[in-house]
Every structure is written in C-alpha cells, then in structure tokens.
C-alpha cells in the first residue's frame, strides 16, 4: 500500500481580528497564498578561546506575515479598512491589538500570532485581468500549537 500525504488550501482556517474593527476570515473571502516567516533564530553558537562552543538559546517569537488575496476582495478592503484605522487611531493601545490565527486542519496545527501590525499598504496593479495584491504583516509573537 502506497503511503501519501495530501495537501489542501481550503483545509487552512485564516482570521485576522481586532476589537475595534471586527474580524474577517480570509480563507473564505478569497486568499490565495499565507506564508509565514519568522525573523529571529532559535539558538546560536559561540565558539570560546579554548576551543569550546557555547550553545544560546535564544527566545525569538516574532516574524513576518504574507497573506496573498484578490484585489478590491472583501478580503482586501477589510484590511484596508483595518489599515486605516491603526494608521489613524488617536490610541497607541489600539495600535498592537490584532491578531491572525490559522488553523491547518489537514496538518493538524494551529499558529497563534499577536500584535500583528501592517507594514505597508501593498502595491496595486491595474492592468487587463484582475491579480491578488500582497499585504506584508508584522507579528510581535508567533506560536505553533
């Protein structure tokens, strides 16, 4: 009997919330691509004088969010709408409040992340054919469960 894994999109749960602004659940509203990058290493080594090494383990929870959806989709306009309210929130609290937890049903995990901030407004394209538009999100912690 052949072993296999199977792999499907639709099987992944995406939801970007915040109390202020709502939620939107970005696996229903089109996204095509989630990556998730994490920015800092979880151990490193320093050699000694002598010839020793030095294990560090470090604690590094943060990273970078790419989540991939159609241009001018309810997706897209809910995070520019989240976009500009943190750009224009008089409150600095308000600012770390988001959070994206995705949940993998085919895999059998969920990732937790935290003070999920955008880095920028992504690119538009106009051109003869609709594309997805690419919105690079902060996260201040990142977990696997």
Same mark, same amino acid.
């Given at each position: 009997?052949?072993?296999?894994?199977?792999?499907?999109?639709?099987?992944?749960?995406?939801?970007?919330?915040?109390?202020?602004?709502?939620?939107?659940?970005?696996? @229903?509203? *089109?996204?095509?691509? !989630?990556? +998730?990058?994490?920015? #800092?290493?979880?151990?490193?080594?320093?050699?000694?004088?002598?010839?020793?090494?030095?294990?560090?383990?470090?604690?590094?929870?943060?990273?970078?969010?790419?989540?991939?959806?159609?241009?001018?989709?309810?997706?897209?306009?809910?995070?520019?709408?989240?976009?500009?309210?943190?750009?224009?929130?008089?409150?600095?609290? @308000?600012? *770390?409040?988001?959070? !994206?937890? +995705?949940?993998?049903? #085919?895999?059998?995990?969920?990732?937790?992340?935290?003070?999920?901030?955008?880095?920028?407004?992504?690119?538009?394209?106009?051109?003869?054919?609709?594309?997805?538009?690419?919105?690079?999100?902060?996260?201040?912690?990142?977990?696997?469960?």
């Amino acid at each position: 009997m052949a072993k296999f894994s199977v792999y499907s999109l639709a099987d992944v749960r995406a939801v970007l919330y915040h109390p202020s602004v709502g939620q939107c659940v970005l696996s @229903q509203e *089109g996204m095509g691509k !989630l990556q +998730i990058s994490y920015s #800092g290493d979880l151990s490193s080594h320093t050699p000694t004088a002598d010839g020793y090494v030095v294990l560090n383990r470090l604690r590094s929870h943060s990273g970078l969010l790419t989540v991939e959806v159609p241009q001018n989709s309810a997706a897209d306009q809910f995070l520019r709408k989240w976009a500009k309210y943190l750009k224009n929130t008089g409150d600095s609290y @308000q600012f *770390g409040l988001s959070a !994206l937890n +995705i949940v993998d049903n #085919g895999g059998r995990f969920t990732i937790y992340t935290e003070g999920v901030t955008p880095q920028k407004l992504p690119d538009r394209t106009y051109d003869q054919a609709s594309s997805n538009v690419t919105w690079t999100l902060l996260a201040a912690y990142i977990s696997e469960g």
